[in-house]
T-cell receptor
Framework: AQSVTQLGSHVSVSEGALVLLRCNYS??????LFWYVQYPNQGLQLLLK??????LVKGINGFEAEFKKSETSFHLTKPSAHMSDAAEYFC?????????????FGQGTELSVKP | EPEVTQTPSHQVTQMGQEVILRCVPI?????FYWYRQILGQKVEFLVS????????KSEIFDDQFSVERPDGSNFTLKIRSTKLEDSAMYFC?????????????FGDGTRLSIL
């Protein structure tokens, strides 16, 4: 079975500071990994995905994530936080289609950005 | 950019009543999903749907739930007899691939409140 653990339900950074949101996964097969962002009263928007190509993945809004198999991690980073980055961030692992292709989400991390 | 649309944005229903949540997936997508997010909790998979049949369903998706693609554009989730614990945000998603490496695109959700 696959699972995702996000360390830290709430992260607070100052504007301009580094953003680091942690995600560890468990999977018996090579995983497909995703980061989604949810702004208040909105749906989930894809930030980036890892699908077994480059281990460093660049996404939208200046975010990137690095797949580290040895650490079973897929942490999300952004060099300089902006006020507009305040949102809930979800890491997810995807099962292959013979397992339904469903997304399994972590608990989410709420990012606050202080001026 | 094409998007998934969901209606209504908010549905208030008396316990025991039937409710239908509607979704219009992205037009060339073939794989469809419903997820729910109870307030303060993580996003949970409910059901996946492909080629006019359910591919996988979770333990949450019991006999009170059903899905249908009544025409070429809509994808619906029906809850036959709602319970208080069905109160949640329900998200529809679609994908153009089912192997797990294609991202799922989410709608803005329907907030279901059971009284």
């Amino acid at each position: 079975a696959q699972s995702v653990t996000q360390l830290g339900s709430h992260v607070s950074v100052s504007e301009g500071a580094l953003v680091l949101l942690r995600c560890n996964y468990s999977s018996s097969v090579p995983p497909y990994l995703f980061w989604y962002v949810q702004y208040p009263n909105q749906g989930l928007q894809l930030l980036l995905k890892y699908t077994s190509a480059a281990t460093l993945v660049k996404g939208i809004n200046g975010f990137e994530a690095e797949f580290k198999k040895s650490e079973t991690s897929f942490h999300l980073t952004k060099p300089s936080a902006h006020m507009s980055d305040a949102a809930e961030y979800f890491c997810a692992v995807s099962a292959s289609w013979d397992q339904g292709g469903k997304l399994i989400f972590g608990q989410g991390t709420e990012l606050s950005v202080k001026p | 950019e094409p998007e998934v649309t969901q209606t209504p944005s908010h549905q208030v229903t008396q316990m025991g009543q039937e409710v239908i949540l509607r979704c219009v997936p992205i037009s060339n997508h073939l794989y469809f999903y419903w997820y729910r997010q109870i307030l303060g909790q993580k996003v949970e998979f409910l059901v996946s749907f492909y080629n006019n049949e359910i591919s996988e369903k979770s333990e949450i998706f019991d006999d009170q739930f059903s899905v249908e693609r009544p025409d070429g554009s809509n994808f619906t989730l029906k809850i036959r007899s709602t319970k208080l614990e069905d109160s949640a945000m329900y998200f529809c998603a679609s994908s153009d691939g089912g192997s797990g490496n294609q991202p799922q695109h989410f709608g803005d959700g329907t907030r279901l409140s059971i009284l």
